[in-house]
């Protein structure tokens, strides 16, 4: 069983709100990721990191940032939300000598009104 | 530039029938494959894999997938549908050049209804 976490699972807010979503695991995984999931859509790779320090943008261009201080958490951060960013984000790690199966949370479900 | 085309948005079988749910994808040189599943309100989890070897390979809960080579595919099967596989299911791929970073192309998904 995957030991990876994500807060808040569900999220209502208002525009122009300042919100972070949490991920943290457990694994002492070396990668981690967050991707972004549209009903019906293909997930998109928003953000990743290698290590504790490093944070790179994914293949969807994104409003969010990301934040790698400590190996266990990733947390991402929007800073001003809007209705477009509503949608489903889901964060993955991986062990360092990848082996193909990412570890998934369970997402965290953003409405922004 | 890789891509992962499901075909079928949505896949409807009765309990007991085959499911068979389709992945072709596009890379220039043989990927890593994978298929994900994902059941309501959960992360996904991975059901299979191929990598190198034998092209039939075997997950969990009783799906396989045949990775082809000339015909570009990798589809998921399994011969008898329980009521319990109704999810989402993903068909990814990960070239050999980014194996290491753990970037996979996600495919848009195909939903499994399955009818008692």
């Known amino acids: 069983e995957a030991d990876i976490y994500q807060t808040p699972r569900y999220l209502v807010i208002g525009t122009g709100k300042k919100i972070t979503l949490e991920c943290s695991q457990t694994?002492?995984?070396?990668?981690m990721y967050w991707y972004q999931q549209d009903p019906g859509m293909e997930l998109h790779l928003i953000h990743y990191?290698?290590?504790?320090?490093?944070?790179e943008k994914g293949d969807l261009s994104s409003e969010s940032t990301v934040s790698r201080i400590r190996t266990e958490h990733f947390p991402l951060t929007l800073e001003s939300a809007r209705p477009s960013h509503t949608s489903q984000y889901l964060c993955?790690?991986?062990?360092?000598?990848?082996?193909?199966?990412?570890?998934f949370g369970e997402g965290s479900r953003l409405t922004v009104l | 530039a890789q891509s992962v085309t499901q075909l079928g948005s949505h896949v409807s079988v009765s309990e007991g029938a085959l499911v068979l749910l389709r992945c072709n994808y596009s890379?220039?040189?043989?990927?890593?494959l994978f298929w994900y599943v994902q059941y309501p309100n959960q992360g996904l989890q991975l059901l299979l894999k191929?990598?190198?070897?034998?092209?039939l390979v075997k997950g969990i809960n009783g799906f396989e997938a045949e990775f082809k080579k000339s015909e570009t595919s990798f589809h998921l099967t399994k011969p008898s549908a329980h009521m319990s596989d109704a999810a989402e299911y993903f068909c990814?791929?990960?070239?050999?050049?980014?194996?290491?970073?753990?970037?996979?192309?996600f495919g848009q998904g195909t939903t499994l209804q399955v009818k008692p």
């Open positions: 993955a790690s991986t062990e360092q000598g990848f082996t193909g199966e990412l570890f």
């Open positions: 694994m002492g995984h070396d990668k």
């Open positions: 191929y990598t190198t070897g034998a092209t």
């Open positions: 990191s290698y290590g504790v320090n490093s944070t």
């Open positions: 990814a791929v990960s070239d050999r050049g980014s194996s290491n970073t753990g970037k996979l192309i």
């Open positions: 890379s220039s040189v043989p990927p890593y």
